[in-house]
């Protein structure tokens, strides 16, 4: 039964610590590995002495685990617009506000083909339309690749351009969702994601004071808010060591997801397809 125990303590590192990696790359490296699946995620685990600030144990818990990104030949270089651009997408997500998501996706292409004000209305609310029903927000269970979906949907439909940069950052989200749906269902993708999507600002003076300061102690909260849900789960586990449940390990679950799982793959294919489709134009 301790390998239960184990399991659940893992798969909610990996999950976490890849929102970490995603959100480090979005908000401070200003770049993004270009071909992330999960065969180019590595866990490496092994114990270590507890690692503890001010009292508060980070989400591993006495074990030392790291998650690398690999086969990094293929990187991504965003421009402070499109990074901007991009977060601001995910802010609306938070906020639920589908016509500003709908205004940020018409700025992912400097060279826009949705271009009549009567087409790009159209376009912002049928994005309404889309978070009434799906995305109400932080603390509503948004399921981020449900979301993207249909937004790629009303993308395809509308007939809205998007550049390469922002179809990697959504086949990017895409893939951490999948995980987190594979590992740990109850990560909520877009609510861990608060903490540091809320202190996020344009423009030169603020991005070097996040680099500095904020996203530092953004990062401090996020991870103090996963040592919460990993030490929910340390007891829940502890209280069924006794019964039954899933004994697949995290890595079995990831072969499994890597092997089995078509969403991202779909998913891949419907941004190639809309980026070729614009390339095209």
């Not at 802010?91 to 018409?106: E, H, K, P």
């Amino acid at each position: 039964e301790e390998e239960e125990f184990v399991d659940l303590s893992l798969g909610q590192v990996v999950v976490s610590r890849g929102s970490d990696l995603y959100l480090q790359m979005l908000l401070k490296d200003n770049f993004m590995h270009a071909d992330l699946h999960p065969g180019n995620i590595l866990v490496q685990d092994k114990q270590a002495q507890l690692d503890s600030m001010e009292g508060d144990t980070t989400p591993e818990d006495g074990q030392s685990t790291r998650v690398v990104l690999v086969d990094a030949g293929m990187v991504a270089r965003l421009h402070g617009k499109e990074q901007s651009n991009f977060i601001g997408f995910l802010q609306a997500m938070g906020d639920g506000d589908g016509w500003r998501a709908g205004q940020c996706v018409l700025e992912f292409s400097d060279r826009q083909t949705c271009v009549k004000p009567s087409d790009r209305d159209a376009f912002c609310a049928a994005m309404v339309d889309i978070f009434a029903v799906y995305c109400r927000g932080y603390g509503t269970n948004v399921s981020v690749g449900q979301v993207l979906i249909e937004v790629l949907q009303c993308i395809r439909l509308h007939k809205v351009r998007i550049d390469v940069n922002y179809a990697t950052l959504v086949i990017n989200i895409l893939c951490l969702h999948g995980l987190a749906e594979a590992l740990q269902p109850d990560y909520n993708v877009l609510d861990a994601a608060k903490p540091l999507l809320s202190v996020y600002r344009p423009g030169p003076f603020w991005r070097f004071l996040i680099k500095r300061v904020i996203y530092p102690t953004a990062q401090t909260i996020k991870r103090r808010k996963d040592a919460i849900v990993y030490r929910k789960l340390r007891s829940e586990a502890l209280k069924k060591r006794s019964g039954g449940g899933d004994r697949a390990t995290p890595a079995e679950k990831l072969v499994a997801f890597a092997k089995g799982h078509v969403f991202p793959v779909v998913l891949t294919f419907m941004v190639a397809g809309v980026v070729t489709w614009s390339e095209g134009l």
